[in-house]
Nanobody, 115 residues
Framework: QVQLVESGGGLVQPGGSLRLSCAASGRLFSISTLGWYRQAPGKQRELVAAITGGGNTNYAGSVKGRFTISRDSAEKKVYLQMNSLKPEDTAVYYC?????????WGKGTPVTVSS
């Protein structure tokens, strides 16, 4: 059984930073791809960043250079460091674990970028 719990969201001014965390349970963490997705009101959920078990990363073009994904397999956590935040980054951010096509989701943490 895999459970994912996100934390770290909140209200931040444009140009500010936030660090999201996702704590995972279960035995699949170290061999799975972990990802952060987001869903803004009225829009589809989209991939923000992903990191494989081997540490390879992938980013959406809109966040490249501003966001950094990392993982701590010992702690079973994945992080998303978000810098230079923009109002268009406002969304609910979801943690995802993908193991061979089996996908698990957290409940999300909201991020609002506004002055």
């Amino acid at each position: 059984q895999v459970q994912l719990v996100e934390s770290g969201g909140g209200l931040v001014q444009p140009g500010g930073s936030l660090r999201l965390s996702c704590a995972a349970s279960g035995r699949l963490f170290s061999i799975s791809t972990l990802g952060w997705y987001r869903q803004a009101p009225g829009k589809q959920r989209e991939l923000v960043a992903a990191i494989t078990g081997g540490g390879n990363t992938n980013y959406a073009g809109s966040v490249k250079g501003r966001f950094t994904i990392s993982r701590d397999s010992a702690e079973k956590k994945v992080y998303l460091q978000m810098n230079s935040l923009k109002p268009e980054d406002t969304a609910v951010y979801y943690c995802n674990l993908d193991f061979g096509g089996m996908r698990y989701w957290g409940k999300g943490t909201p991020v609002t970028v506004s002055s």
